[in-house]
């Protein structure tokens, strides 16, 4: 096809979870037949930062990638360098580059896709504007300094099927859209839910079932408002993260009917220690409790979640991945093998996960962000991600 790679390998591993979910189903274990996906893996670069974005960001019909200060234009994937960062990560993958998160959205309205980032060290989210055919480094602006950024992640808010809301993983919860600024330009607008101090993590998804999107952090979920830029949240208490009702740093936070019973649950992780979760929405009367059980606890740093029908049967996987040297070596099992994996569901009374490894044991892992997007137009969503051990990687779906 042309890519430029430096690697190319085809495989498929399921893997054992050593720990059932708390509510007595099986084991997760070998995948049943018919089940396996075929994954193709394309190393696209070797710059160690640890976010990712996908989008045509020359309107040319392709989906591209952006990661770190470059830009991999379809289909040769030629790296075109974008943007300066600040930091430096070493050969180890000690150290940081101040690139937090990735998000593809036209800000100014020109018709071409900007670059939404945020920075843990500078305590700010910014946008780089695309200049187009004109080439060069693309201009920084800074959207708002609002103390340390962890990462930042694109929810669909209104309920409209598309997402246009940048939710950011700071303490207090606030949320961007695209607007007019009062100088007139259009730029990205601030509205704030709640100044209350959270850690970080967060996510978007109709936690009541009234329709509307609401909005997750690690210790309270927002309901929202009929106006959710003008009206009221409604904070409801929530611990995420940890074992045993503990509240910890997550990473992106999911709504989704897991046990199959017309209630949506809560999936989510610990950031950067054991344990990736989902939590039962239990209700008596007007009494919502929350039960937490284990999906996997057996590998840590599982600091991106994404959901998504890898496989078109109508239900999600959950794809996460470890994160490399998150804390420079300073979490448990901080040096432990690097992987990516999808968890394949078995709705019902009694969920079942599959633990299936896209890429295990590779030097391959996940950083802020897990993309997925049909990138080569087979009409297979494919997977997209980079991290501190260099990248990024297309994880190319070749289907059952």
Known sequence: MGRSVSSVITFVLAVIVSQASVCGEPPAGK??????IKFVMHRVGTFRSEACCVGDFNNDGKLDIAAGPYLYLAPDWKPVKIRELKGKVDDKGKGYYSDFANIAIDVDGDGLLDI?????FAKNATWFRNPGSKGGL?????IEVNGNFETADLWDLEGKGKATAILPAVTRTVWYEVGKLPDGKQGMLTHVV??????????IGDVNGDGRPDIIRPGAWYEAPADIRNGKWIEHPLSLGGKNGKTEHTAQIWAYDVNKDGLNDIIASSAHGYGIFWYEQVRKGSETTWKQHIIDDTWTQAHSITLADLDGDGVPELLTGKRFMAHNGGDPDAYGTLGIYWYSLKRG?????????????EGVGAGMSIEVADINGDGRLDVITTGKFGGPVWLENKGK
């Open 349 to 361: 009374p009694n969920p079942v996960w599959t633990k299936h490894a896209l890429s295990y044991n």
């Open 138 to 142: 693309w201009a920084e602006h800074v």
């Open 116 to 120: 939404v980032s945020c920075d843990w």
């Open 31 to 36: 995948p049943s037949p018919g089940q396996e």
């Open 194 to 203: 709640s100044e209350k101090q959270f850690t970080f993590g967060g996510g």
